[in-house]
């Protein structure tokens, strides 16, 4: 069954925790795509450039995949990156990136206590974040004659479309994201139109 609507996170956030001697910063932010997500974590680690560790973890969602990443920054195996992607999990988010920046105290934790010093870190920025129900999109590409565009923008509106770009010279060509469970109905009410000749669709592939 598809997946057509996802939470995540309204906006960035921070959360802080400290643990004998250690620092923990928790920033969590929303994503798109992996570009954004990995743009949001390399502005963290440039951030926070003298700290010693900086895992993460980001999870998104596209059509009907997902895209995870973890990463424990040189902390021991599995100590950081997947108990940070937990939170994500059990809060249920995609489509949002969660760096913790941890400052060394001087003294050692331990791995469980390790563990549960990201997870909970991780937990209190969430926390700390406004959560939002978001429609997930495919991007689609049209082709078609000047004088269909009154029918095939009433059609993109009624279905709740968003025109991303749009362009003019021989033929009239679009941009737009149509939510994902009401493509299909989309192609057919496009085509209802006009036939195939005269209006191109094409299904283009979310990154």
Known sequence: MIKDTFFTVESEATGELKILGSRFIGNASPVSEKEDAEE???SI???YYDATHNP???KLINEQSEIIRTS???EPSGT???PILSVIEKQNLYNVAVA????????KLGKGRLMRAYRDCAEITLNNAKTIQKVLYKKVF???PYDKTGNIMKIITDLNGKINNQVYKDK???AVEIPITLVEEFKNKIFDISGKSEISIKLLKNL
């Open 40 to 42: 949001f974590i390399h």
């Open 45 to 47: 680690i440039k951030k």
């Open 56 to 58: 993460f973890a980001y």
């Open 72 to 74: 424990d920054d040189k």
């Open 80 to 82: 950081a990156g997947k």
């Open 100 to 107: 913790i920046t941890r400052y060394f105290g001087g003294k």
């Open 142 to 144: 049209l082709e078609f």
């Open 172 to 174: 009239y060509s679009l």
